[in-house]
C-alpha cells in the first residue's frame, strides 16, 4: 500500500469523506479517470457485509445462518454456537436458510471498516 493510498483510506473512513471522495471521482477530467477508479476501488475497499455474532469482526465472506438471524466470520466462530453436524442440518444440502456465502454487491455492504454502520 502506498502513502498516497493510505491517506485515502484515512480520509475515507467517514461516511461523508466518502460521499466527498465519490463527488470528487465525477468531477475529474477524462485523463484523470484512473485515478478516479483506483480511489474508488480503496472506498469499496473499506466496506463490510457483516459483522460476526461471536468475535464482532467485519466481513464480506462468512456464514448466514437462519435467513439472517445470526452471522459468523469463520468455522471457528460458527462451532461456538453450534456443531457441525447442527449446522449441516440447517444446511440441508444446500436447501436450507444457512450456508456460507460471499456478499459483492454494494446495497450488501453495512459497515464501514471503523464499524460504524452505513445509512443510505
Do not use: H
Not at 477508479?37 to 468475535?55: G, S
Not at 447442527?86 to 460471499?102: A, P, R, V
Amino acid at each position: 500500500m502506498t502513502d498516497e493510498t493510505k491517506k485515502i483510506t484515512l480520509i475515507a473512513s467517514g461516511e461523508e469523506s466518502i460521499q466527498y471522495l465519490n463527488d470528487f471521482v465525477e468531477a475529474l477530467p477524462m485523463e484523470c479517470k484512473q485515478l478516479g477508479l483506483n480511489i474508488k476501488t480503496q472506498i469499496d475497499l473499506v466496506k463490510f457485509a457483516r459483522k460476526c455474532d461471536q468475535c464482532g469482526k467485519l466481513f464480506n465472506e462468512g456464514y448466514c445462518i437462519g435467513a439472517g438471524e445470526g452471522y459468523y466470520c469463520s468455522k471457528p466462530c460458527l462451532l461456538t454456537e453450534m456443531t457441525e453436524k447442527e449446522f449441516e442440518k440447517l444446511y440441508d444440502s444446500g436447501n436450507g436458510d444457512s450456508y456460507w456465502t460471499s456478499w459483492e454487491c454494494p446495497e450488501d455492504m453495512l459497515y464501514y471498516e471503523d464499524g460504524t454502520e452505513i445509512e443510505e
